[in-house]
């Protein structure tokens, strides 16, 4: 049987996000997800309590996806909030050997705060390219993310993408900000240029006006991957769709 992954999928993948502080909230999170036909997770390892992350637990968390692709992420937020990078990276290391499928390596990693959540810094590119040499010499994949916070031009945002094939990225992520439904003309043109341009698979995503429009519609012109909620706790993304009705937008394309 062939691995579960991120990069072996001719439609987008339906990821059902979870982000809850215990195990069993976890879980059941997962199992209410399998039930309304997500076809991938992630999880924010982030959110879960310092004490509970240990291998058995990541473990039982991963187990419930039922074999389905598993997305990772250490952020500096939440109960990561005061670690080094070198800390977040452990959480990700962890849930290498505990089954998950593919890891979030910020783009900022080991210079945080860089323009575009992206460093330039060479110091900080080798050890971003050593890390992603050790995730896959694990069995892991890698998704680099640039959380921008800008409004970045189409040329701009290639430049982040191609950074990220450049040091060794499975897959990309960018999301950027935008500031009027006007832009959204851009939006499209920036994921049709992603989707010619890149030799990896991509997820791009926006903040902003334009949010629910390229979540929503992203994939039909190139995006790897729909990101969901299957209900909103306390700790969950709004801007991302609710699954069931996200699922009932896909029938009706036809996807």
């Known amino acids: 049987m062939e691995k579960a992954s991120f990069l072996n999928h001719d439609k987008p993948l339906l990821c059902a996000m979870v982000q809850c502080a215990t195990v069993e909230e976890c879980i059941a999170k997962i199992s209410s997800s399998l039930a309304e036909g997500a076809t ?3 999880i924010q390892l982030c959110k879960i309590k310092k004490e509970l ?14 074999g389905k692709p598993i997305y990772v992420t250490s952020y500096r937020h939440s109960e990561n909030d005061g ?10 290391l962890l849930a290498i050997e505990s089954g998950a499928t593919i890891v979030d390596v910020m783009g900022d990693m080991y210079d945080r705060g860089s323009k575009w959540e992206l460093t330039e810094n060479p110091e900080a590119i080798a050890k971003q390219k050593a890390l992603i040499v ?3 010499a694990m069995g892991g994949e890698v998704l680099m993310s640039s959380h921008t916070n800008s409004n970045l031009t189409v040329e701009e945002t290639l430049h982040v993408a ?3 094939e450049e040091r060794g990225a499975d897959l990309v992520k960018i999301v950027n900000k935008t500031e009027a ?16 341009t890149l030799t990896k698979k ?4 926006e903040s902003g006006p334009t949010q629910k429009l390229v979540r929503n519609l992203g994939p039909q012109l190139g995006v ?12 969950d993304t709004l801007a991302q769709p609710k699954l069931t009705r996200l699922k009932k937008v896909i029938e009706g394309l036809d996807y």
């Not at 991509?202 to 995503?205: E, I, M, Q, R, S």
Request: some cysteine; overall charge negative.
């Open 202 to 205: 991509f997820l791009y995503l």
């Open 134 to 136: 050790k995730i896959h």
């Open 224 to 235: 790897c991957t729909y990101l969901t909620c299957q209900s909103y706790g306390r700790f």
């Open 40 to 42: 991938a997770f992630g």
């Open 53 to 66: 992350r240990t291998k058995e637990n990541f473990t039982k968390i991963f187990e419930a996806c039922q």
């Open 181 to 196: 439904i006007e832009d959204l003309p851009k939006s499209f043109e920036t994921i049709i240029e992603l989707n010619k």
């Open 162 to 164: 191609r950074s990220h």
């Open 83 to 92: 670690y080094t990078d070198e800390e977040c990276v452990e959480v990700l």
